[in-house]
C-alpha cells in the first residue's frame, strides 16, 4: 500500500510538470515579440469572450473570483449598432490597467497612457499569453487583420448573458462592481 501511495505521488507530481511545461510551451507558440505586439499590451487591454475568463483563472492557478479581482474592471457599451443590430447595452470584463482602481472603465479610463500598461504586461511579456484572450490574438497583434474581428468579442457577451452561460463568479463581480457606484 505504501508503495502504491508513493508511486501515486510521483505519478502527480511528473503530471503537474508536464502540465507547467505544456502551459509554457504553448505560451512560447503563440507569443510575438514584434515592437506591435507589445505596443498593444500598452494601449487598451483586449476584450476576453466570456469562457476565457476561467481559463486564464485556472492558467493563474487563481479561484475566477479572485482573479476577477485582482486583475479585472467591468466595462459596457450602450445603444450600439453592429453590423446592423443594435444591442441596448452589454456588460463585459477586460483586462486592467496599471493605475487605475481595478473596478470600473469611466471617461478617465487611462487609454494610451505612458506606463499605464495591461496588469499582464510583464516584463515586456504578455503573462497570460498561453491563454491569450481571443480579442489579443485576433484585434490588435500582427498576425491578424484585426478590425474585422473587434466586435466578435461584444456579440459574444450579449450571446453568453442571453443564454444564461455567464460564470457565476463574473455575475458577482459585475453586480458588485455595479452596486458600489451606486
Partial sequence: LLVLVILTFIFIQDSEKLWRADKMEANEQKYCNCEKCKDACKQLPGIPLPDEIVKIAEFLEMPVLECLKKYFIVG?????????????????????REGWNNKRENWSYPFGEVGKYCLFFEGGLCKINAVNPYECLNVFLCRKSGLKFRNRALIEWDK??????VHQDIKEFIRGVKNERL
Fill in 76 to 96: 459596457w457599451r450602450e445603444f450600439i449598432d453592429i453590423n446592423g443590430k443594435e444591442y441596448e447595452r452589454i456588460d463585459f470584463i477586460y483586462p486592467a
Fill in 160 to 165: 453568453a448573458w442571453k443564454e444564461n452561460k
